[in-house]
């Protein structure tokens, strides 16, 4: 008989996936191990290994679940009929969705590259998909190239973290406020 699956199963999960994030951001990936990551969340090492086969699978659930979760939160958005209003809530939205995730965030830019391509397949996919829908956001902009536009949005916000850690709602939506009208018009908007 298999033994059955304990109440907190999905909450040690998620703490095994944060501390995993921690031990990732701080090492790197190929520089870390399941040891630092078990002294990390508390638990035995042969503990993980309940929850995780190895190394790669643990990397590849908790950036699965971080995009997974992220794309659901930008791409389930009801936005505003003004195309202005609408992209600024776009870009609140995900710099709102990056909070408390930093290490989490690092890790997927810094070692989503360490897994075997099959498996960076579903994760790029979460990321073309939240980038559409900032491409999408431009369209009533009548921009050149959306792409290049769109990530260069991203590029602002994902080293938000980088210059001011644990920044609050209210400066989240102040720096989203300001990237929309550097997008939109430049510094002379400013």
Known sequence: MARPIAEDY???????????AHVFASEGYSGAGMAGIAAMAG?????IYHYYKNKEDLLFAMLDQYLSELKETVCSLTLPDDPEVALEVTIRTILRAYRGEDDMHKVQIN?????????QLPLKAYQKDIIR????????????????VAMSIFGMLNWFY?????????????YAATVTKLVLGGIPRL
């Open 10 to 20: 999905e909450i040690k999960r998620r703490l095994l996936m944060k501390a995993a």
């Open 43 to 47: 638990v035995s090492k042969a503990n």
């Open 111 to 119: 070692d989503l590259g360490s897994l075997p391509l099959e498996r």
């Open 133 to 148: 829908f900032v491409r999408d956001r431009l369209d009533a902009f009548d921009v050149a190239d959306s792409y290049v």
């Open 162 to 174: 980088m210059w001011n850690a644990g920044a609050d709602d209210n400066a989240r939506d102040a």
